[in-house]
């Protein structure tokens, strides 16, 4: 459910493991039909085809897909909780990271390449601002160094 889309995420880079979430939500897609996400979740047909390689347009970025809208995909499967459930799941399993490598955001910030503020990464993984798949990849991956040391 995307946290655990990989065994060791400390063992990858930030963008392995986003690719890791992109080849779990593209399964969802591929066994639901392309269509038949796109209306059930409201995101983008063309944001979500570009999760299948062979029919990425190049302009589009499948790393700012939302946890919401990454959540929402997951949800259409039988498999996964709902939208909302996994998003909370996501959210703790980052909380307790944090806690467990006793990380505040302000390491978090400074240690991200995606120039935000402590400030923006709480309110990021509270769920105020959206985070992107690629910020929860980052996030995630560092988190997971910092508790495997």
Known sequence: MLYD?????????????QA??????????????LDAVADETGVDRDRLAALDGERADSDTDVGQLTLSEAAAVLAVSDDYPDAEAIVME????LLLSMTTGVVDVDILAANL??????QEVQQAIEGRNPMTLAQLAA???????????
């Open 113 to 118: 390449d995606h120039d935000l503020t402590g």
């Open 139 to 149: 996030i995630q991956r560092f988190l997971a160094e910092r508790n495997d040391r």
């Open 90 to 93: 996501v959210r703790d399993h």
């Open 20 to 33: 890791a979430y992109e080849r779990e939500l593209a399964a969802v897609v591929e066994a639901e039909g």
């Open 5 to 17: 889309a990989v065994d060791e995420p400390a063992s990858l880079d930030a963008a392995a493991l």
